[in-house]
């Protein structure tokens, strides 16, 4: 639940990710590797999932030695 000029801030790890398309797939994005299931997002799908938000901003970074790929998505509900 997001009140009125309530702000959601989410990471997601995205498509250019170096494990997207590895491991056991399990459809829609979504990955089984080394005994972790991660769902990848591509930006279709970001924005998909703000429908009724303000999309403010999505902010791309890596973290860790593989590096891991991901988004910082930040979104805005009017009001």
């Keep these: 639940m997001l ?3 309530g702000a959601l801030v989410h990471t997601v790890r995205h498509t250019g990710d170096a494990h997207y398309g590895a491991g056991v ?3 829609d994005g979504l990955y089984e590797h080394g005994g972790f ?3 990848f997002f591509d ?3 970001v ?3 703000a429908v009724g938000r303000q ?3 999505v902010h791309g970074f890596t973290e ?3 590096p891991r790929r991901l988004w910082r998505v930040t979104q805005n509900l009017p009001g």
Excluded: Q, S
């Design 47 to 49: 924005d998909e999932l």
């Design 64 to 66: 860790g030695a593989l």
């Design 37 to 39: 299931a991660v769902l």
């Design 43 to 45: 930006r279709a799908l």
């Design 25 to 27: 797939a399990h459809g």
């Design 55 to 57: 999309l403010a901003e």
């Design 3 to 5: 009140r009125p000029g």
